[in-house]
């Protein structure tokens, strides 16, 4: 699914007024009447004190269309006007003679700190102060406002995007922003409601479909995507009714030291999981017997040393002979210095896209130098700290995409930044996840990561595509097991566990929204 930038979302709002033709104000409307039905269908006429704040643009406008509907199905609503400045808008003021046809109580005006009305918990809040049209940072006593309403706890449904929030760019923590409970976004995802640092102000939110202009949505250029299970079927490869395990490829993986096999059990079960053809666990002589016991479907072949990655001649040999389709590398090694040349010597003489893990990427960060040998097109599954080290530190959430997608064009790699969801970054383009849970943060689930990316890049798909498909099945999966086992009942063995089930659910007809 395409995301927008908000200049993106303004244009379609004008081509959609040139084209289909409709006015503007009919548009605002059709809009903030989608809004009205999905709070109905919620509230369902329930009788709480309803409290909506209107900016004096067409955000505000919006709200005041809302107000109107709302007060129509006989809610109890008071409309404020958040007079942050004279310019009003000619659909706001349009929508502000609107609404005395429905109400004796005109919107209270609130200029300054002495307007602001008491608020409680049991306030149903919604907050129609700024939409994209925000171009700074919210200050004076608006901002004074903005904090008083989060002060008060109660629920906040944000229409189009939490106000003082910007769609393209980020806050910084000195600025205030509505903490939402809910955001009811028109069209499109805005991308800070992606990254970390929006947490405190996004909430859950739902995209309501305008109707903007399709011609439009349909060939803008956008670089950022939302991994949604449309975007994982148009990849899904089906397998060939006289198909044979040769033809789903050979994963190597190679990593673990003395106390930390279980990071290659769990990766390279999860690449079995994940539809390998054959998978090749290359460990210390520590973990023959942990491997073969756990994992009786995959093949072990031990390292010259006993604790750690120390590969002699005859190991490479064999890894050369056995020719994987793809070699992942680097969950739980270490980075004795014999390991550090295990895997420059397998970066050196491994030509196709590889899979780069945790210590794998902790010494390409320790040495640079050795980031020209890695395999065009290779997947890179850092963790935030390991892509610090890695890229070096960011000022905020939008420099780090920037960065990574710089350091990612550089070097021809995929790179993902790990986390709630976690972002693809191939080149210029950004996908980012949309399932997954806090459940999975916990010990290994990046090592199930690894092993099923190395799986689909065995299985013929694409880097680019391995890593997205990947990341939304993981995801998938970590929602099935936390369903299951509660978020902190999931441990890494369940994401391989639900993988499965992941899988089947992207072929099971989906409920229908209520
Ligand atoms: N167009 C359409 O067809 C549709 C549009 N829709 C809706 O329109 C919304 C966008 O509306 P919008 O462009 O009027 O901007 P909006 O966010 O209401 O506020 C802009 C005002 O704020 C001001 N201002 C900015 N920053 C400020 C600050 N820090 N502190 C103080 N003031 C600040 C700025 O004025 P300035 O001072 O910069 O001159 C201006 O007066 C969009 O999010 C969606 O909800 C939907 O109805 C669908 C159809
Ligand atoms: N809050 C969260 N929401 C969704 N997914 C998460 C969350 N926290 C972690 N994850 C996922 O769990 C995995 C953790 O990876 P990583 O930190 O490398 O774990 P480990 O090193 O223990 O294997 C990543 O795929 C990440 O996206
Ligand atoms: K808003």
């Given at each position: 699914m395409k995301i927008f930038s908000s200049a993106q979302l303004q244009k379609a709002d004008q081509l959609t007024v040139e084209r289909e033709p409709i006015a503007s104000i009919d548009l605002m409307e059709r809009a903030a009447t989608t809004v009205f039905q999905e709070i109905h269908q919620r509230l369902q006429g329930a009788p709480i004190p309803i409290k909506i704040f209107c900016g004096i643009g067409n955000n505000g406008g919006d709200g005041l269309v809302i107000a109107r509907k709302l007060i129509e199905h006989g809610y109890h609503v008071t409309t404020y006007i958040v007079n942050y400045s004279d310019r009003r808008s000619k659909d706001f003021l349009i929508n502000y003679d609107r609404i005395k046809n429905v109400t004796k109580d005109w919107p209270i005006l609130i200029k300054g700190k002495n307007d602001f009305p008491t608020l409680t918990r049991n306030d149903f809040i919604v907050d129609?102060?700024?939409?994209?049209?925000?171009?700074r940072p919210v200050s004076g006593w608006t901002k004074d406002l903005i904090e008083h309403i989060n002060a008060a706890e109660a629920f906040t449904l944000s229409i189009d995007?939490?106000?003082?929030?910007f769609s393209d760019q980020a806050l910084a923590e000195e600025h205030a922003a509505i903490q939402a409970d809910f955001t009811l976004t028109f069209q499109s995802l805005k991308t800070s409601f992606l990254l970390p640092q929006s947490e405190a102000y996004v909430g859950d939110f739902q995209i309501v479909d305008i109707g903007l202009d399709r011609d439009f949505l349909q060939t803008a250029i956008v670089h950022k995507f939302f991994i949604t299970r449309e975007e994982v079927i148009k990849r899904y490869k089906p397998r060939n009714k006289f198909s044979h395990k040769g033809m789903y490829g050979h994963v190597a993986i190679i990593g673990g030291s003395l106390g930390k096999m279980g990071s290659i059990v769990l990766a390279t079960k999860a690449s079995l999981v994940g539809g390998a053809g054959l998978a090749t666990a290359f460990v210390p002589q520590c973990g023959i017997s942990i491997l073969q016991t756990a994992l009786p479907e995959a093949m072990v072949v031990a390292v010259?040393?006993?604790?750690h990655l120390k590969a002699d001649q005859k190991t490479m040999d064999v890894l050369s002979d056995l020719q994987p389709t793809t070699v992942c590398f680097g969950m739980g090694t270490g980075q004795e210095q014999a390991t550090i040349d295990t895997f420059h010597h397998i970066l050196k003489n491994t030509k196709n896209a590889m899979v780069i893990d945790a210590d794998g990427i902790n010494i390409l960060a320790a040495y640079p130098i050795m980031l020209k040998d890695i395999p065009a097109k290779s997947v890179l599954t850092p963790h935030p700290k390991e892509l610090e080290r890695l890229i070096g530190s960011w000022v905020d959430d939008f420099d780090k995409l920037k960065k990574t997608k710089e350091f990612s064009k550089l070097h021809d790699l995929v790179v993902l930044i790990k986390g709630a969801h976690t972002v693809v970054v191939d080149g210029d383009d950004l996908y980012f996840n949309s399932t997954g849970n806090p459940g999975m943060a916990t010990a290994g689930s990046g090592d199930v990561l690894a092993g099923i990316i190395s799986s689909l890049i065995a299985q013929d798909y694409i880097s680019k595509d391995a890593a997205i498909i990947a990341v939304y099945l993981h995801g998938k999966a970590g929602d099935f097991a936390a369903d299951k086992v509660s978020m902190q009942g999931v441990m890494a063995s369940h994401l391989v566990e639900y993988l499965g089930e992941a899988i089947l659910d992207l072929f099971k007809p989906q409920e229908p929204k209520t």
């Amino acid at each position: 699914m395409k995301i927008f930038s908000s200049a993106q979302l303004q244009k379609a709002d004008q081509l959609t007024v040139e084209r289909e033709p409709i006015a503007s104000i009919d548009l605002m409307e059709r809009a903030a009447t989608t809004v009205f039905q999905e709070i109905h269908q919620r509230l369902q006429g329930a009788p709480i004190p309803i409290k909506i704040f209107c900016g004096i643009g067409n955000n505000g406008g919006d709200g005041l269309v809302i107000a109107r509907k709302l007060i129509e199905h006989g809610y109890h609503v008071t409309t404020y006007i958040v007079n942050y400045s004279d310019r009003r808008s000619k659909d706001f003021l349009i929508n502000y003679d609107r609404i005395k046809n429905v109400t004796k109580d005109w919107p209270i005006l609130i200029k300054g700190k002495n307007d602001f009305p008491t608020l409680t918990r049991n306030d149903f809040i919604v907050d129609a102060m700024f939409g994209l049209g925000l171009n700074r940072p919210v200050s004076g006593w608006t901002k004074d406002l903005i904090e008083h309403i989060n002060a008060a706890e109660a629920f906040t449904l944000s229409i189009d995007i939490p106000s003082g929030l910007f769609s393209d760019q980020a806050l910084a923590e000195e600025h205030a922003a509505i903490q939402a409970d809910f955001t009811l976004t028109f069209q499109s995802l805005k991308t800070s409601f992606l990254l970390p640092q929006s947490e405190a102000y996004v909430g859950d939110f739902q995209i309501v479909d305008i109707g903007l202009d399709r011609d439009f949505l349909q060939t803008a250029i956008v670089h950022k995507f939302f991994i949604t299970r449309e975007e994982v079927i148009k990849r899904y490869k089906p397998r060939n009714k006289f198909s044979h395990k040769g033809m789903y490829g050979h994963v190597a993986i190679i990593g673990g030291s003395l106390g930390k096999m279980g990071s290659i059990v769990l990766a390279t079960k999860a690449s079995l999981v994940g539809g390998a053809g054959l998978a090749t666990a290359f460990v210390p002589q520590c973990g023959i017997s942990i491997l073969q016991t756990a994992l009786p479907e995959a093949m072990v072949v031990a390292v010259a040393s006993h604790d750690h990655l120390k590969a002699d001649q005859k190991t490479m040999d064999v890894l050369s002979d056995l020719q994987p389709t793809t070699v992942c590398f680097g969950m739980g090694t270490g980075q004795e210095q014999a390991t550090i040349d295990t895997f420059h010597h397998i970066l050196k003489n491994t030509k196709n896209a590889m899979v780069i893990d945790a210590d794998g990427i902790n010494i390409l960060a320790a040495y640079p130098i050795m980031l020209k040998d890695i395999p065009a097109k290779s997947v890179l599954t850092p963790h935030p700290k390991e892509l610090e080290r890695l890229i070096g530190s960011w000022v905020d959430d939008f420099d780090k995409l920037k960065k990574t997608k710089e350091f990612s064009k550089l070097h021809d790699l995929v790179v993902l930044i790990k986390g709630a969801h976690t972002v693809v970054v191939d080149g210029d383009d950004l996908y980012f996840n949309s399932t997954g849970n806090p459940g999975m943060a916990t010990a290994g689930s990046g090592d199930v990561l690894a092993g099923i990316i190395s799986s689909l890049i065995a299985q013929d798909y694409i880097s680019k595509d391995a890593a997205i498909i990947a990341v939304y099945l993981h995801g998938k999966a970590g929602d099935f097991a936390a369903d299951k086992v509660s978020m902190q009942g999931v441990m890494a063995s369940h994401l391989v566990e639900y993988l499965g089930e992941a899988i089947l659910d992207l072929f099971k007809p989906q409920e229908p929204k209520t």
